[in-house]
């Protein structure tokens, strides 16, 4: 039972937040080390288990914001502080910081894309000095969608953040802006493009038509980063859910530059 | 150097065998096949040498007894997990030599790929002792010469089975010592040299994007009904889904399965929220035909198809996965534009 990766390990919920009506953040004991970018099977024997990304991490614990979907989401919903989450992982490649330091660093994300970028983000937001400028763009469907709420207060004072939603439904308070992620793309002025590195997670046509308005920009493949989401089972290789062409999105992903992620016909 | 025994003689050592092991051969079962006059063919523990059906090729490969269709991976309740328990006898194969190099395919899946070796895969692959059965000559629809997979030296036993008696030859001291007693005599396994169906593989190096979009594929939105049995009998198929259930009497205990998956049926790559990446059965068509002989091999070095062709002889829509493989070929010999 030792050398078995597929036995789940039980963690504790140390707390719990609300982030919008269906999106919950937990808190979980976790020891060990985790890269941002990658995910853990988190289950709930006797339900089921599914892929969640890293959304944050530090001592002794694990950020996960989960979005109630399905079985096994609307389960964990009902979970509470002092329950238990059943995890193993971590899975995936994940980003590798140090490829966006002293650069010009712009973030696109869509929806739930926010948390598997959620601690990049932070980390630059806390360290801007090693960035040389910091451009985030974060697209949700309503304002009642908008995750992090107190997080993206805080980096609106350490970047140039721009918050959009598909639609404001003429919510008066609602004073960031209406329209979808690709209308804003123009607003980041791109001084040097060999010092540009891009990030965009979201669903699979915000990747497309984002990535679509970069290349119109001349940004090179190589400088865009992606974030796949594919069905996966085991997140270690076998099952073969995940598989797109030779590329197993649960190892070799999932997170990819678009020279491979291009390449990529499901 | 060989042996021969007589049939009483080897059932002398499937009885010694037995002890210890299990022993699996393709063995006859009545009337359930795609005709219903058609006899199918499985891999079922057997006693004797004349339950194996050595002159015909099985329906269904032997791949289910290391990855069993359904298998208990472990069980819970209230206080922690249990690892389903297997049996503690060890495995004895009676495989052809395609079989035998499909084992290869699925060791490189759950021992080498992704840096895990797959726990409920290793600890039945671990017990099996191989016996190669020699193929006489080609079965119908056959393309194991295409697909280089007609030889191999990897087993333990090689058997040539007759109505007379059975000759072998050993590769391990094991078996030489349980066969010294017998007659010794000349043998060495024949292997298939050609077979009638042959097919043109394509080299991957000219496998381009054209091909993935190209209207080849669109045929099998009519002909192809998404049943997956192609992928149930295909001896090198490997994909899997994993569920939970509970127990009725007690809701806080029950287990988690893995169960076997096919690329041909919906939810395949069904995400929550619904979106799905592979909609309509020529997509998956074209994603099954390639990862048999493109991609696979573009990763691990070696195509992952056989040319056992299962898959041909059980498609109720008579879809010919060797003649699809032709026709990739043929579309990139003419360049492998879109004929739209
Ligand atoms: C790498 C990765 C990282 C992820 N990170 C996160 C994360 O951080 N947070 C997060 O919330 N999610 C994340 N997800 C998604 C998450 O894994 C899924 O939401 C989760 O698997 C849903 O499981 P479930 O049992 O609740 O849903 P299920 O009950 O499995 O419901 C979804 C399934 O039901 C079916 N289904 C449901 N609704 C429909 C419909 N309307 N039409 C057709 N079929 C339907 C589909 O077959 C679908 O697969 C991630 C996924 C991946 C691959
Ligand atoms: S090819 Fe034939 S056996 Fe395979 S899914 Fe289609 S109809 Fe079924
Ligand atoms: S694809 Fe068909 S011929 Fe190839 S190994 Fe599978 S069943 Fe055999
Ligand atoms: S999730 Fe199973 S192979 Fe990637």
Excluded at chain 1, 128 to 155: H, M, T
Excluded at chain 1, 186 to 199: G, L, R, W, Y
Excluded at chain 2, 195 to 203: D, E
Aim: aromatic share 10%.
């Amino acid at each position: 039972m030792e050398n078995n990766e597929l036995i789940p390990k039980k963690h504790k919920i140390l707390d719990v937040y609300a982030q919008t009506d269906l999106d919950i953040t937990y808190i979980v004991e976790y020891h060990g080390p985790l890269v941002v970018g990658t995910f853990l099977q988190v289950s709930i024997p006797r339900v089921g288990e599914a892929p969640i990304s890293v959304s944050d991490f530090g001592d002794g614990f694990v950020e996960l914001t989960i979005r109630k979907v399905g079985t096994l989401t609307d389960e964990i919903y009902n979970l509470n502080k002092g329950d238990y989450m059943y995890l193993r992982g971590p899975y995936g490649n994940g980003f590798d910081i140090n490829q966006y330091k002293n650069k010009h660093l712009i973030v696109v994300t869509g929806g739930t894309g926010l948390a598997p970028v959620k601690q990049l983000v932070n980390y630059f937001s806390d360290n801007k000095n090693e960035v040389k400028k910091f451009d985030i763009l974060l697209g949700f469907k309503s304002p009642k969608d908008v995750l992090f709420k107190d997080s993206i207060a805080k980096w609106k004072k350490n970047a140039n953040v721009i918050v959009t939603v598909d639609s404001a439904n003429a919510l008066k308070t609602w004073d960031d802006k209406e329209g979808l992620v690709t209308e804003f793309i123009s607003e980041f002025k791109v001084k040097d493009i060999d010092e540009v590195e891009v990030i965009v997670v979201g669903s699979p046509l915000m990747m497309k038509f984002t990535v679509l308005e970069f290349l119109k920009r001349g940004i090179p493949k190589s400088k865009i980063w992606v974030s796949f989401e594919r069905k996966m089972s085991c997140g270690v290789g076998k099952c073969g859910h995940c598989k797109i062409d030779d590329t197993y999105v649960c190892v070799d992903g999932p997170v990819f530059d678009f020279v491979k992620g291009e390449t990529l016909i499901d | 150097m060989g042996f021969k025994l007589s049939n009483i003689e080897f059932n002398d050592i499937i009885k010694e065998l037995s002890k210890n092991h299990k022993v699996y051969a393709p063995k006859r079962v009545e009337s359930r096949g795609r005709f219903s006059d058609t006899d199918l063919i499985l891999y079922k523990e057997i006693e004797a040498v004349e339950e194996i059906v050595y002159d015909k090729k099985s329906t269904y490969s032997p791949k289910e007894i290391i990855t069993p269709i359904t298998q208990t991976m472990f069980y819970f309740n209230e206080d922690g997990y249990k690892e389903a328990n297997i049996d503690d006898k060890k495995i004895v194969i009676f495989i052809r030599p395609c079989d035998i190099n499909a084992l290869r395919r699925l060791d490189t899946i759950f021992l080498k790929n992704g840096d895990t070796e797959d726990y409920y895969y290793k600890r039945l692959r671990e017990k099996v002792t191989i016996i190669m059965i020699e193929c006489k000559e080609s079965f119908e629809n056959c393309f194991c010469v295409s697909m280089k997979s007609n030889k191999t030296e990897k087993y333990d036993l090689a058997v040539r089975i007759s109505d007379e008696g059975v000759l072998c030859t050993s590769n391990t001291k094991e078996f030489t010592e349980l066969l010294s007693k017998y007659k010794e005599v000349d043998f060495k396994p024949k292997f298939v040299k050609k077979n009638i169906n042959v097919v043109n593989v394509p080299n991957i190096t000219d496998i381009n994007k054209e091909i993935f979009n190209h209207e080849m594929w669109d045929e099998f939105n009519a002909r192809c009904i998404a049943c997956g049995r192609c992928t149930t009998t295909c001896s090198t198929c490997t994909c899997f889904n994993t569920t939970d259930l509970h127990y009725d009497d007690n809701p806080n205990s029950g287990e988690r399965r893995r169960t076997w998956a096919s690329c041909h049926i919906d939810g395949f790559t069904t995400m929550a929220g619904g979106h799905n990446f592979r909609k309509d059965n020529a997509s998956r068509m074209r994603f099954k035909a390639m990862h048999k002989i493109y991609d696979y091999q573009k990763r691990f070095g070696e195509n992952m198809c056989v040319g056992c062709s299962r898959c041909d002889d059980i498609c109720p829509q008579y879809i010919k996965f060797s003649s699809t493989i032709n026709k990739i070929s043929n579309v990139l010999k003419e360049g492998g534009k879109d004929g739209k």
